[in-house]
């Protein structure tokens, strides 16, 4: 079969880097004998017009679409422009949206769907494609599998890639990471930089995340060796400067973290590295960070959500106002790690003095960036029931415009005209200070920094309710 693995075109999301969970994919399809091709429509700024004449001209068997939330109704339309433009071929879709949201409403949202993939895709895809070119069909026992069965929409159990280091390589030969201009974190500014997974799961129970959905609770983590291969053949074939590491759960092995770091520093590779998803920093110690930097980490996140504890242990955070305290400032003190903290707004029960302390907890911290968020509700989330109880009705799921005024729903104990100036007020009082903005400038070096820079300011001053 030939297969097209696509990025949507999307109105929110503007920057894009190589997907890797379609690298897995696309690896494991060519394993099998299958001939795939890779479009993404961010890098390539397609219209949905240019992706009808990209589609017609590689007529692709199977067409698969990554979608996340906020794309389901762009992905949506381009389903619609291949079953118009290619009856004949099947679609299927996978991602975070497809793993949270309910199945039936799945195929509702997109009526021409063929299948749709939920949680990791990795152990059920040989089989699906398998079962495709023996039967034209696919359905039961493919892990993860949601698809129509009669009169009805049928979900397969879903399972989770037990040993990292038998997945083959991602495709990076038609991922390609040197075509692109700006890497998976706002920190990175050595290019070309390559996205890489090291561990997968998520054990902790954060009320508002919906990560177990896509990768369990139990975390997995590949061999050092295996990394350092991967790492090696991105340096080689593809001049690739920087690694962002996209896990979850990277530092949550200290032995772990210091066993890469010595790794890379052991045999003489200098590549730089970052975490831009966030660790906890429960596990860090001075020497640790220490070692992080010489083996060439220049930034990570950290996820901090608010500066109330009351609200911290509400969420189910485990961490404490006086760890993020200690090990935020111990960092700077050891190290010029650059440091961003994530924060979000909008949680229930939420107060003004709530927002107002989380607003004074970034000012006082040694932050180099920070991000607010307002809260963002995933169907299967702990969070989600609350609200669905609270209400007595079920969340309005938002899938478009982030930042904008659909973003503020009015789940906290204020109104969404009080949360939308909150909003504002942290991002100004946070960045107007003339030491934070230096050090943001100082610290810009591509032009897809500057473009998120702009594009984030703008959508804190035209928010609206």
């Known amino acids: 079969m030939k297969i097209l693995f696509v990025i949507p075109i999307s109105d929110e999301r503007f920057n894009s880097t190589p997907d890797i969970g379609q690298g897995y994919l696309a690896a494991l399809a060519r394993q099998s004998g299958h001939s795939v091709a890779y479009l993404d429509c961010l890098l390539e700024?397609?219209?949905?017009?240019?992706?009808?004449?990209?589609?017609?001209?590689?007529?692709?068997?199977?067409?698969g679409i990554k979608?996340?939330?906020?794309?389901?109704?762009?992905?949506?339309?381009?389903?619609?422009?291949?079953?118009?433009?290619?009856?004949?071929?099947?679609?299927?879709?996978?991602?975070?949206?497809?793993?949270?949201?309910?199945?039936?409403?799945?195929?509702?949202?997109?009526?021409g769907l063929d299948y749709a993939f939920a949680g990791e895709a990795e152990p059920g895809f040989p089989s699906f494609l398998s079962q495709l070119e023996e039967a034209g069909?696919?359905?039961?026992?493919?892990?993860?599998?949601?698809y129509r069965a009669d009169d009805r929409i049928a979900a397969n159990p879903r399972a989770f890639a037990d040993d990292l280091d038998a997945l083959p390589m991602p495709a990076w030969e038609i991922l390609r990471p040197d075509r692109y201009r700006c890497g998976y974190s706002f920190m990175t500014t050595k290019l070309p930089a390559a996205p890489m997974a090291i561990t997968r799961g998520c054990p902790f129970h954060c009320t508002f995340c919906g990560s177990h959905l896509i990768t369990g609770r139990r975390?997995?983590?590949?061999?050092?060796?295996?990394?350092?291969?991967?790492?090696?053949?991105?340096?080689?074939?593809?001049?690739?400067?920087?690694?962002?590491?996209?896990?979850?759960?990277?530092?949550?092995?200290?032995?772990?973290v210091a066993r890469f770091c010595e790794s890379l520093l052991s045999r003489?590779?200098?590549?730089?590295?970052?975490?831009?998803?966030?660790?906890?920093?429960?596990?860090?110690?001075?020497?640790?960070?220490?070692?992080?930097?010489?083996?060439?980490?220049?930034?990570?996140?950290?996820?901090?959500?608010?500066?109330?504890q009351r609200i911290l242990d509400s969420v189910k955070k485990q961490l404490s106002l006086d760890t993020i305290r200690e090990k935020v400032h111990m960092i700077k003190a050891v190290s010029d790690i650059?440091?961003?903290?994530?924060?979000?707004?909008?949680?229930?029960?939420?107060?003004?003095?709530?927002?107002?302390?989380?607003?004074?907890?970034?000012?006082?911290?040694?932050?180099?960036?920070?991000?607010f968020s307002p809260l963002r509700v995933t169907e299967g989330t702990e969070i989600y029931e609350e609200i669905t109880r609270k209400f007595k009705a079920s969340p309005e799921?938002?899938?478009?415009?982030?930042?904008?005024?659909?973003?503020?729903?009015?789940?906290?104990?204020?109104?969404?005209?009080?949360?939308?100036?909150?909003?504002?007020?942290?991002?100004?009082?946070?960045?107007?200070?003339?030491?934070?903005?230096?050090?943001?400038?100082?610290?810009?070096?591509?032009?897809?920094?500057?473009r998120t820079l702009v594009n984030g300011m703008l959508r804190s001053i035209a928010l609206r309710t």
């Open 45 to 63: 700024r397609c219209s949905y017009l240019d992706f009808r004449h990209r589609i017609e001209g590689l007529h692709p068997d199977l067409v």
């Open 67 to 111: 979608v996340f939330s906020c794309d389901a109704q762009s992905a949506a339309a381009m389903l619609r422009i291949v079953n118009e433009a290619l009856p004949a071929a099947l679609t299927v879709i996978g991602g975070p949206h497809p793993s949270c949201e309910a199945p039936e409403r799945l195929f509702e949202q997109f009526p």
């Open 137 to 146: 069909r696919a359905g039961p026992g493919i892990p993860g599998l949601i």
């Open 219 to 256: 975390v997995r983590r590949r061999s050092v060796d295996h990394v350092i291969d991967e790492i090696r053949y991105l340096q080689t074939r593809f001049h690739v400067r920087t690694i962002d590491i996209v896990d979850e759960n990277f530092a949550l092995d200290a032995s772990f």
């Open 268 to 308: 003489g590779i200098r590549i730089g590295w970052d975490c831009p998803y966030g660790i906890r920093m429960e596990r860090l110690s001075p020497d640790l960070v220490r070692l992080m930097e010489r083996s060439g980490c220049f930034g990570f996140s950290i996820g901090i959500e608010s500066g109330s």
């Open 338 to 371: 650059t440091l961003q903290g994530y924060f979000m707004l909008g949680f229930p029960s939420e107060t003004r003095a709530d927002i107002e302390a989380t607003i004074r907890m970034a000012c006082s911290l040694p932050l180099d960036f920070v991000v």
């Open 397 to 450: 799921l938002h899938y478009q415009g982030f930042g904008r005024r659909h973003c503020l729903k009015g789940y906290a104990e204020m109104s969404e005209r009080e949360m939308a100036g909150l909003y504002r007020k942290a991002y100004l009082r946070f960045y107007s200070r003339p030491r934070t903005a230096l050090n943001v400038l100082r610290r810009i070096r591509t032009r897809a920094q500057l």
